[in-house]
Nanobody, 121 residues
Framework: QVQLVESGGGLVQAGGSLKLSCTASGDTFSSYAMGWFRQAPGKERDFVAA???????YYADSVKGRFTISRDNSGNTLYLQMNSLEPEDTAVYYC???????????????WGKGILVTVSS
């Protein structure tokens, strides 16, 4: 059974940095596409970033240049380095994984439970 567990969230001041991690288990993830979504209070869940099986990455315009998605060589751990954080980045961040390997495929097969990131002004 595939499981995704996010870590690294918390409270940070505007302008600061935070690095999220997602540990995947239950399969071999090197060929999976993996990504991050977020949901701010009272808003819909939005795409943040994704990385395909080949390593090609994609970003939402709102985070481009500030966030970086990466994965370790085994493919079992996904990261999201978040710099220059803004109060608008406050949200629950969700890790995702899909066995197709296609970064922008919808719907996505697997989701983590999410982790809260709060950016204070």
């Amino acid at each position: 059974q595939v499981q995704l567990v996010e870590s690294g969230g918390g409270l940070v001041q505007a302008g600061g940095s935070l690095k999220l991690s997602c540990t995947a288990s239950g399969d071999t993830f090197s060929s999976y596409a993996m990504g991050w979504f977020r949901q701010a209070p009272g808003k819909e869940r939005d795409f943040v970033a994704a990385i395909g099986w080949s390593g090609t990455s994609y970003y939402a315009d709102s985070v481009k240049g500030r966030f970086t998605i990466s994965r370790d060589n085994s493919g079992n751990t996904l990261y999201l380095q978040m710099n220059s954080l803004e109060p608008e980045d406050t949200a629950v961040y969700y890790c995702t994984a899909d066995p197709s390997g296609i970064a922008l495929k919808r719907p996505i097969a697997y989701w983590g439970k999410g982790i809260l990131v709060t950016v204070s002004s």
